[in-house]
């Protein structure tokens, strides 16, 4: 089992930057793909970025690419998310994953956090 809690989010404003923190906990953080998803409301959760088990390669959603940042610590069992430039239209629950392969698509990933809301005003 692996436990999974997001931190960081809150109201932010249009332009402006955040970084959400989730910690891990449980079976060895560092064998494993972590990725970020987010869902707004009325819509489906998809994929933001993902980044492999050692650090050293990371994948990001097109809209997303040039202004997140996905990283982690294995000393400290914990991935971040920078964001930069918000706008309204990344006000999402934000997630974060954990699973064996770097992935894309949510089925990839086996372990899930409750989630952290970035409400981002215009």
């Known amino acids: 089992q692996v436990q999974l809690v997001e931190s960081g989010g809150g109201l932010v404003q ?7 923190s989730c910690a891990a906990s449980g079976r060895i953080f560092s064998r494993y ?12 959760r998809e994929f933001v970025a993902a980044i492999n088990w050692s650090g050293d390669i990371t ?12 990283s982690r610590d294995n000393t400290k069992n914990t991935v971040y998310l920078q964001m930069n430039s918000l706008n309204p239209e990344d006000t999402a629950v934000y997630y974060c994953a954990s699973g064996q ?3 894309q698509v949510a089925s990839t990933y086996n372990y899930w956090g409750q989630g952290t809301h970035v409400p981002v005003s215009s």
């Open 14 to 20: 249009a332009g402006g930057s955040l970084r959400l």
């Open 33 to 44: 793909a972590m990725g970020w998803f987010r869902q707004a409301p009325s819509k489906e």
């Open 59 to 70: 994948r990001y959603a097109d809209s997303m690419k040039g202004r997140f940042t996905i």
């Open 101 to 103: 392969y770097l992935g």
